[in-house]
């Protein structure tokens, strides 16, 4: 099972493009559980912990999970592009 990480915030210009090419993409995609987080909804000290915990630099930033353990990710405006290369790499990654 593949565990994919959504980060979003206000004022991302490729955030809702991104959310909703996931969501197209939940639909079809099986072994993959889909968590979002939007960062702006949280208070400013939940939010530092989450961009200490997994490294976010920018948004959106899609991680993906194999065993609790970060396989890839992608963020900022090639998110989208680099989808399924980075989520065929944790599949497969040993």
Not at 16 to 41: I, R, W
Not at 51 to 59: E, G, I, N, T, V
Not at 71 to 76: D, P
Not at 81 to 90: R, T
């Amino acid at each position: 099972m593949i565990e994919i990480l959504v980060f979003t915030q206000n004022g991302c210009r490729y955030c809702g493009p991104t959310k909703l090419f996931l969501s197209e993409q939940e639909a079809v995609l099986e072994n993959v559980e889909f968590k979002y987080v939007h960062l702006s909804d949280m208070t400013e000290g939940a939010r530092n912990t989450y961009k200490d915990k997994y490294r976010l630099m920018s948004a959106p930033t899609i991680i993906f999970l194999r065993n609790e353990h970060e396989m890839s990710r992608t963020s900022g405006p090639t998110a989208i592009e680099e989808f399924a290369d980075a989520l065929e790499y944790a599949r497969t990654a040993k």
